[in-house]
């Protein structure tokens, strides 16, 4: 099952340094490489997959960075009492950086409230995670994902609390 | 004895016709080096070029040949006026600002303007990189997008047969490292045209509008489209099944590379950044497709 996610999401396995990617420093000696966390996340992907999107205490977050093609999709399950982040899985099509952005971000939304998460910023993961700065958008599109599933959830409580509300008022209405 | 050798090879032999002449007018100074009468007068052709007067009178460094070329010693000498100038410095021209004359390091040639720069009709001298000449210049296509791309090939090899660093052993090191980079400018012109992507791109740069590689987007639908995309490439068990997506993305990109080259003809530049995402979206759908295959 893992396997299975894994290469849904990561294709035909780790594209060792894709040249897109890789930097040689000259002078520095060392060429730079994807640091081991983001190999980590990349070859032990965790909480890859899907929710219903329909589903009410699901909100979703869709981004995407065209200039390199890549897709994010986050997802959190929220709690409707608790307004705390029950479950997290997430789906990105993309870079080594920008799996292992999602990925971390999913780790750490876990078990915290809403508006706690909205306050994760995309230099925190870079640090975690050690990105290189051509890779730092990667990040940021994890926060922008994040942030949209948050956004995501809260209006569609909005619109079913709206719909609650009128719903009395009609039975009041039709009595 | 020197000068008849001289005169038998082919690239000096312009220069020495002229500096012959000057040699007669002026008087060349005491240094015995053999190679003085010619220098001189080349050092007084590159002088009146100079933007600075002094540096005509500060000619009694050393002078001394080597290899590569002309290298002039002397603590007096500042090394940005020893430059033979490729571009006529025009305090008395009456030609616009844009049209600079283009002119030749080696023999001082004015180019015709019909070819690219890149090597000098007259001595066949490898020419520096001039950044003014776009890609289409070069490779001698119309600036649009919808080229015809069996055309780049013949005139990419026919300029790597002038430029490639291969071919050029016999010339000066500074016109080795010319032809190096020129070669290289061949090239990346090349592939950037080759590539519908690249060339889209491309195009709208030199229209000074540069696509965003930063930007992020949320729009639901494109985004989608997209992911549904991907995953169908990820779940695909067999090559047909691959080959029917993959002919899909191709249809899909042709329909968008249209609607780039009309967006771009009629000038609409967010239209076309909004062609090109979904271009690169598809080719980077295709990549990971192809791998599959």
């Known amino acids: ?29 060392k060429p730079r490489m994807y640091h081991e966390r983001v190999v980590d996340h990349y070859s032990n992907p965790r ?19 065209p200039a390199c093609g890549d897709v994010m999709k986050l997802q959190i399950r929220v709690d409707d009492e608790s307004g705390k982040i029950v479950d997290a899985c997430f789906k990105t099509f993309g870079c080594g950086s920008a799996i292992a952005s999602s990925s971390v971000v999913t780790e750490w939304v876990k078990g915290k409230q809403m508006e706690e998460v909205l306050s994760i910023k995309n230099t925190e993961i870079a640090k975690h995670l050690s990105l290189p700065p051509v890779k730092l958008h ?22 079913s609390n709206s719909i609650e509300e009128a719903a009395p008022v009609k039975k009041a209405a039709d009595a | 004895m020197w000068k008849k050798k001289l005169y038998a090879s082919k690239p000096s032999s312009t220069i020495l016709l002229r500096t012959t002449e000057l040699a007669k007018i002026q008087s060349p100074n005491s240094v015995s080096h053999k190679n ?37 010693g002397g ?26 004359k283009l002119q030749c390091w080696n023999c001082d040639a004015t180019t015709d303007g019909t070819t690219p720069f890149l090597v000098c009709q007259a001595c066949r001298s490898v020419q520096p990189v001039n950044h003014s000449i776009d890609y289409f210049q070069i490779l001698g296509v119309e600036r649009k997008f919808n080229i015809e791309v069996d055309e ?18 016999s010339k000066s090191q ?30 709208l740069k030199l ?46 990109m042709q329909y968008w590379c249209n609607s780039f080259e009309d967006a771009f003809l009629n000038k609409k530049y967010d239209d076309a950044l909004g062609s090109i995402q979904r271009i690169t979206y598809y080719k980077s759908a295709k990549e990971e497709l192809v791998k599959k295959l």
């Not at chain 2, 990419?156 to 047969?161: E, S, T």
């Not at chain 2, 500074?174 to 195009?203: C, F, G, H, K, N």
């Open chain 1, 1 to 29: 099952m893992m396997r299975q996610a894994s290469k849904m999401i990561l294709g035909q396995g780790l594209p060792s340094l894709p040249t897109r990617t890789r930097a040689v420093v000259v002078g520095a000696g």
């Open chain 2, 174 to 203: 500074r016109e080795r490292e010319y032809a190096a980079e020129q070669s290289a400018r061949v090239i990346d012109a090349y592939r950037t045209l080759m590539d519908p992507l690249s060339r889209a791109i491309y195009i």
């Open chain 1, 138 to 159: 990667c990040s940021m599109l994890a926060e922008d994902a994040i942030k949209a599933a948050v956004k995501d959830y809260e209006t569609k409580r909005a619109k």
């Open chain 1, 47 to 65: 909480n890859v997959g899907s929710f219903d999107k329909k589903d009410p205490n699901v909100g979703t977050g869709l981004v995407g960075a």
């Open chain 2, 207 to 252: 229209e000074n509008v540069v696509v965003d590689e930063e930007e992020r987007i949320t729009d639901p639908e494109l985004l989608a489209e997209i992911l549904e995309l991907r995953e169908a490439v990820e779940d695909a068990e067999d090559t047909q099944a691959l080959n029917q997506i993959k002919a899909q993305i191709q249809e899909k």
């Open chain 2, 75 to 100: 603590s007096r000498f500042h090394k940005k006026n020893v430059n033979l100038f490729v571009k006529k410095k025009n305090s008395f021209c009456s030609e616009s600002q844009s049209a600079e």
């Open chain 2, 36 to 72: 003085t009468p010619i220098l001189n007068p080349l050092l007084q052709i590159s002088a009146s070029y100079s933007s600075s007067p002094p540096f005509v009178r500060e000619i009694e460094g050393e002078f001394f040949a080597t290899a590569g070329g002309l290298f002039f």
């Open chain 2, 152 to 169: 780049l090939e013949g005139k990419y090899k026919d300029w790597q047969k002038k430029l490639h660093p291969d071919l050029v052993h």
